[in-house]
């Protein structure tokens, strides 16, 4: 049993938390995502919702997010009529969002969910955008985490705004950075 899950953040808030969870064929492996996610967002005094946005899959994801919509509250549906890639199926997720703070969370697991709980709490301690940053690449090929060193250094040679190395989607943004990112109006972001 993981301990994360066994620890609340204060007394109950009536706050809510969005999870914003882009999809794109990810049918065999929505049953695990509900099997470590629903956990921890039950350990969290906080309403919850989860925002799945369903990017054109072709595998039954969407009906497989409907069933279980009729079986568990707080869960919602943005369906895409194509696949038009993640960068626009997270922005869509955070249209429909209702959160005071937003998680995007990818459905495939990459990044544990069991982190949610240390993001919630950095951000009632203030922090408007909480970043995840990897550990370790374990389980990946040798090419892919030399690209992906090779990719945070190149950006950030290339950038003038420093990026945290090993951060990826995986990230809380309070109401106010997420309405911020909404003001925008880049179609590639």
């Not at 999870?19 to 470590?36: C, K």
């Not at 696949?83 to 995007?104: P, S």
């Not at 190395?165 to 950075?177: E, I, P």
């Amino acid at each position: 049993m993981n301990k994360s899950l066994d620890f609340h953040l204060g007394p109950p808030d009536d706050r809510l938390i969005s999870l914003v969870v882009p999809v794109y064929n990810e049918r065999v492996m929505l049953p695990l995502f509900f099997d470590r996610v629903l956990p921890v967002l039950a350990a969290v005094n906080l309403r919850h919702e989860i925002v799945f946005v369903d990017d054109g899959s072709e595998d039954g994801s969407a009906v497989y997010i409907r069933n279980e919509i009729k079986r568990t509250p707080g869960l919602r549906l943005v369906k895409l009529s194509r696949n038009f890639g993640k960068e626009a199926a997270v922005t869509a997720g955070l249209e429909h969002a209702r959160g005071d703070a937003v998680i995007v969370l990818d459905a495939d697991l990459q990044d544990p969910p069991e982190q949610i709980p240390a993001m919630i709490e950095s951000w009632q301690s203030g922090a408007d955008v909480v970043l995840m940053q990897r550990r370790s690449r374990a389980g990946e090929t040798a090419f892919k985490r030399w690209s992906a060193h090779l990719f945070y250094r190149l950006l950030n040679r290339t950038s003038r705004t420093d990026i945290p190395v090993d951060t990826g989607d995986f990230r809380l943004m309070s109401r106010k950075a997420v309405d911020a990112i909404l003001t925008l109006n880049e179609r590639n972001r």
